[in-house]
Nanobody, 116 residues
């Protein structure tokens, strides 16, 4: 089992920045990909960004150039630096971890609200 604890959500104004963190604990030895998804009201959950243990990055097109994902393998922590925030970035952001055994774990979600 892997437990995920997210932090860093909150309120920002258009053009502002927020940094999300997600710390994994438990059976972390076989974590492969760490990432972030988001879900806005009335919409499906969507990928924001992910980073594999080896460093391969994946970004949703709308986040490229504004969001940066990184991870600290020693701390089993993944970060999401969000810059140039827009009102349409308002959503609940979920940390996501995939293991080499194909298990998937989700964090509890953290609210990000961007006001114009």
């Amino acid at each position: 089992q892997v437990q995920l604890v997210e932090s860093g959500g909150g309120n920002a104004q258009t053009g502002g920045s927020l940094r999300l963190s997600c710390a994994a604990s438990g059976s972390t030895f076989n974590i492969d990909t760490m990432g972030w998804y988001r879900q806005a009201p009335g919409k499906q959950r969507e990928l924001v960004a992910s980073i594999a243990r080896g460093g391969t990055l994946t970004y949703a097109d709308s986040m490229k150039g504004r969001f940066t994902i990184s991870r600290d393998n020693a701390k089993n922590t993944v970060y999401l630096q969000m810059n140039s925030l827009k009102p349409e970035d308002t959503a609940v952001y979920y940390c996501n971890v995939k293991t080499t055994s194909w298990y998937v774990y989700w964090g509890q979600g953290t609210q990000v609200t961007v006001s114009s």
